[in-house]
């Protein structure tokens, strides 16, 4: 969304699944400031997107680093981690329609396991990890679809993890 658009929800769900991942190291800028209402705040961040980067305040990230932690902890307890394989993966393959002709797609998964068959996994933050309402949000956002085509690119099994933006950090994880 446009700057100052951007749900606070968002903006943490973004920040931890980036941790998670270990995917933002070079695109974060730290704003060593109490919030954004200060001109000096705003004139930092302004700057720091104006490069591309994404301006986070200090106490912000130190609270979304303990929350993955915390999701790091949830997801072993199911005897999931997040190591071994490549961040953010992008593949490319074709799909044959129902005319017959072949249509070439593109996806980009959050996690991905090499391996016979593999393992994909989709990163969803919530609100609520419940598992009927994980359900709801499969088929009401498409990840049936998503995953199902991940799984025809890579050949790997597919699995959403939701989790929790406030303690305790529920996470569940649902196997397509």
């Known amino acids: 969304g446009k700057k100052g658009q951007r749900s606070k929800a968002f903006d943490e769900g973004t920040l931890i699944h980036a941790i998670l991942l270990d995917t933002m190291a070079d695109d974060l800028g730290i704003v060593d400031a109490k919030d954004w209402r200060t001109n000096a705040a705003k004139a930092e961040r302004d700057a720091i997107e104006a490069t591309g980067r994404s301006a986070v305040l200090a106490a912000d990230l130190g609270k979304a680093m303990i929350a993955a932690d915390r999701i790091r902890e949830n997801l072993a307890a199911f005897g999931i981690e997040l190591t071994g394989g490549q961040a953010e993966a992008t593949f490319t393959w074709m799909e044959q329609a129902d005319s017959g002709r072949f249509v070439q797609c593109k996806g980009r998964v959050d996690y991905w396991i090499p391996g016979m068959p593999g393992m994909i996994y989709d990163l969803k933050s919530t609100a609520n990890a419940k598992p009927d309402v994980c359900a709801r949000s499969i088929v009401d956002y498409g990840y049936d679809i998503q995953m199902i085509a991940y ?23 649902l196997r397509l």
């Open 151 to 173: 799984g025809r690119a890579t050949g790997a099994d597919t699995t959403l993890i939701f989790f929790e933006l406030e303690e305790p950090f529920v996470v569940t994880p």
